[in-house]
């Protein structure tokens, strides 16, 4: 008969037995087996002389359950590597979050290597245009106004159709003028040349609508004259249409389950959490329209397959990098 016994005991289940059923005093016990007087005790206690598991009865970690069933979730939607999870989890769910013990809490459930993807099935129909780099849309979102502020401030945001990478920008004002400094700030940070930009019909983009009345729009607008300067092309959505700046728009709600999510002492606090969300979602969430790559590596491609779309290079920041 095979025993396993832990590398470090001091005795066997026949001296453990005989322990247990003698009568004679432990200091005795202790001194025929060359062991100490608390081995003697504890074995006397023991119904069983065999080893009993070593497995610690609280594992060390820092995620309680909802939060481990979070990072399950995630790891199995969106498939992200360890490290682009640490960051998300890091952020979002626990602070103090670990590598090692993220690593083990995939383990456990079973998710730390992911079955590989099954190929797409085919889509009956007309497939969608594709669009290359440099197909940008635009839009204004409201925000809540926090404690400190006199009054709510707006987000101005812009995504390019072909590879999802979002730039945003919080000014205090819907105006032309913070429409004009946003597109300035736009055009620098993107490493696109931006061809075509689709807005809305607000006042801080066309002078379209004029009262209850839509007319083509002059192109005189402060909004138009920059777009041109730039060799931009300014195209508008259709009046009460808003469904055609979708893509915006649903990014848009990914901000609103931010803030619903989100508690906020200051604007400064609000700004900095939105400004942390939109580099994590280019840098590290992989997206389903781009194959399951995230919009920085979707640019990364572009760049190597299409360098004349490019004005400078891609750069990237992989890991979990602190903002």
């Known amino acids: 008969m095979r025993i396993a016994l832990h590398k470090n005991a001091t005795t066997t289940p026949r001296v453990r037995t005989e322990i247990r059923l003698s009568d004679e005093p432990a200091a005795v016990l202790a001194d025929r087996h060359h062991v100490c007087l608390s081995t003697i005790y504890k074995w006397r206690k023991r119904e069983n002389p065999h080893d009993a598991s070593h497995t610690p009865h609280r594992l060390q970690t820092t995620l309680t359950p909802a939060q481990e069933m979070v990072a399950v979730e995630l790891r199995r939607t969106l498939r992200l590597p360890l490290d682009d999870l640490l960051a998300v989890v890091r952020e979002f769910v626990n602070p103090q979050a670990t590598r090692a013990g993220l690593h083990r809490c995939l383990k456990r459930h079973g998710v730390s290597v992911l079955p590989p993807r099954e190929p797409p099935a085919q889509a009956s129909g007309q497939a969608f245009k594709a669009y290359q780099p440099g197909y940008l849309h ?32 919080l000014y205090k004002a819907n105006t032309a003028a913070n429409a004009r400094r946003f597109l300035n700030a736009l055009a620098k940070a993107c490493p696109l ?16 609508l004029f ?44 901000i609103s389950e931010v803030l619903a999510t989100h508690r906020f002492q200051s604007g400064e606090e609000l700004e900095a959490t939105l400004e942390r969300y939109v580099w994590l979602y280019n840098h590290h969430l992989p997206q389903k329209a781009l194959d399951h790559l995230s919009p920085i590596e979707a640019m990364k491609r572009w760049q190597t397959s299409h360098p004349h779309l490019f004005h400078k290079r891609v750069a990237n920041h992989p890991g979990p990098d602190t903002w």
């Open 138 to 169: 635009m839009d204004v979102k409201y925000l809540p106004q926090m404690p400190d502020e006199e009054r709510r401030r707006y987000l101005f945001v812009a995504i390019d159709r072909a590879t999802r990478w979002v730039f945003i920008r």
């Open 193 to 208: 040349h931006i061809r075509t930009l689709l807005t809305d019909n607000g006042g801080a983009f066309t002078d379209r």
């Open 211 to 254: 009262g209850t009345r839509a007319r083509q729009p002059s192109g005189e607008h402060e909004f138009d004259r920059l777009c041109a300067a730039l060799g931009i092309e300014h195209r508008l959505t259709p009046v009460r249409r808003p469904q055609t700046n979708g893509m915006v728009e649903r990014f848009n709600g990914r």
